[in-house]
């Protein structure tokens, strides 16, 4: 608009002196080639200039009606853009994001005032500028202490100085963080907790199968020596018993090798009427003294 406006105002000056010099071209045209009187002369200089600058000034009110339009084109526009920029601040006020401009040498030009909030009066110590990243997670200090901000810069320019620069939006995630090293503690915790119980089962059950194999051998020494049925009953449930416990011991192995990952099954026969019985033999002595 300012160049358009430079333009006809440079026009305007070489019309004036363009019309000067035609209206002197026409007189002496007039006295020398028609053999008009120099007033005849004047006469018609002043028909053609006058005829000429209708013409001009049409042109140059068309001109002016294009450069109206363009200019009011411009003004909304503008309006559009700075409605744009102040929803965008507004939006970011109202998450409490940061927001600020700088230039390319890394210099703070404009920010708002959640930025002054936190950085007011301290040695400002932003993140270098990357536009090669999007956003990313960054540790700012602030008058607040340490904090984390999820970080983006953008190239963008300056609405008061008009050169281009970096805009950049953080928001406070210090909160998040906190609660992802909450979680990864916990985690960690957890896991070093069933480690710690898998151990233990592995241990104990190593160490309660000794003794019980001794039982075990002593219940087949007693097997070979002469003994009465009643005897013998009361040994075949010792023997029950005990591999009962052995395999209870195998379960709290397998419950220690299934949360490492390391437990396989295998499918085997099975007699269903003597483990029936072993059952019933195990349970006898509890139910009798129940009645």
């Not at 010792?238 to 419950?255: C, M, N, P, Q, V």
């Amino acid at each position: 608009a300012r160049r358009i406006a430079t333009t006809l105002r440079q026009s305007s000056r070489t019309w004036v002196a363009g019309m000067g010099v035609l209206a002197i071209f026409l007189a002496f045209f007039g006295l020398l080639q028609l053999g008009m009187s120099l007033w005849q002369a004047a006469a018609v200089a002043l028909i053609a200039v006058v005829l000429v600058q209708q013409g001009v000034i049409h042109t140059m009110g068309e001109v002016n009606a294009s450069l109206a339009d363009r200019l009011e084109g411009l003004e909304d526009r503008s309006w559009e853009i700075r409605e744009s920029e102040q929803l965008h601040r507004s939006v970011a006020a109202a998450f409490g994001d940061v927001l600020l401009q700088r230039d390319h040498d890394g210099n703070v030009r404009h920010a708002n005032d959640t930025f002054m909030s936190l950085f007011s009066g301290e040695q400002i110590a932003l993140p270098p500028i990357d536009l090669e990243i999007g956003t990313r997670d960054v540790l700012v200090e602030t008058a607040q202490g340490q904090r984390w901000f999820a970080w983006r810069d953008l190239p963008a320019r300056d609405l008061q100085s008009g050169t281009m620069g970096i805009r950049s939006v953080a928001r406070d995630i210090t909160s998040r963080k906190s609660h992802e090293h909450e979680l990864a503690s916990a985690a960690a915790a957890a896991q070093a907790a069933s480690e710690a119980k898998s151990r233990f089962l592995a241990t104990i059950s190593h160490e309660v199968r000794t003794p019980l194999n001794g039982i075990k051998g002593v219940a087949q020494l007693l097997a070979r020596t002469p003994l009465d049925a009643t005897q013998r009953d009361h040994l075949a449930i010792l023997k029950t018993s005990g591999d009962t416990l052995l395999a209870l011991i195998e379960d709290l192995l397998d419950t220690a090798r299934m949360e490492q990952g390391d437990l396989s099954i295998q499918a085997e026969p099975v007699e269903v009427e003597q483990l029936v019985e072993g059952v019933a033999a195990m349970m006898a002595s509890r139910a009798a003294s129940k009645n």
